[in-house]
């Protein structure tokens, strides 16, 4: 079975501070992971993905992404948080065996504070 | 929210009512999804479609029905048999379900409220 997991609700920062939110995962073969971000009341916009390569991926407003096998953690990071930054942060993985479910963390609600 | 759009944007029903909940996309994807999101819960999928005239339960499809005539739309009809339908319902897409590398891309959601 896969899974992700977000063991923070909420992650607060100051704005110019680097950020992390972290994510852990579980499954049975290759991960394939990504991160989605989430303003209120819209829909998931994707932010980056990890399939292979790299175990740094680069994605979309400056976020950045670092997958460690041994620690099975895929934790989204930014060397510089900015106050419109604040939002819904969800990781999910796409179940190999059924590409069509992707399994989502409960997500982290990451506040940057000026 | 890319080219996916559904409609309406809130919606109030009463118990005991059907509503249908409107998704359209412009991507030429052929796969669709259905999504419910709680707080704190993050997503769970209700009804998937990977092509036309075809579709597949996912974890919560119990009171749901949807349905697939078009490529460009997948509507998702909540019953009055699901028993607390107040959530945010969500609709993604992607090119092909068969490439793990492919994205969801999401709509702008539906709040559904029963009164």
């Known amino acids: 079975a896969q899974s992700v997991a977000q063991p923070e609700d909420q992650v607060n920062v100051a704005e110019g501070n680097p950020l992390t939110v972290k994510c852990t995962y579980s499954v049975s073969g290759n991960p394939y992971l990504f991160w989605y971000v989430q303003y209120p009341n819209r829909g998931l916009q994707f932010l980056l993905k990890y399939i292979t390569g790299d175990n740094l991926v680069k994605g979309s407003y400056g976020f950045e992404a670092e997958f460690n096998k041994s620690q099975t953690s895929f934790h989204l990071k930014k060397p510089s948080a900015l106050v419109s930054d604040s939002a819904l942060y969800f990781c999910a993985v796409r179940d190999a065996d059924n590409f069509n479910k992707f399994y989502f963390g409960s997500g982290t609600k990451l506040n940057v504070k000026p | 929210d890319g080219g996916i759009t559904q409609s309406p944007k809130y919606l109030f029903r009463k118990e005991g009512q059907n509503v249908t909940l409107s998704c359209e996309q412009n991507l030429n994807h052929d796969a669709m999804y259905w999504y419910r999101q709680d707080p704190g819960q993050g997503l769970r999928l209700i009804y998937y479609s990977q092509i036309v005239n075809d579709f597949q339960k996912g974890d919560i499809a119990e009171g749901y029905s949807v349905s697939r005539e078009k490529k460009e739309s997948f509507p998702l009809t909540v019953t009055s048999a699901q028993k607390n339908p107040t959530a945010f319902y969500l609709c993604?897409?992607?090119?092909?379900?068969?490439?793990?590398?492919?994205?969801?891309?999401f709509g702008p959601g539906t709040r559904l409220t029963v009164l």
């Open positions: 993604a897409s992607s090119m092909r379900e068969t490439r793990l590398t492919d994205t969801q891309y």
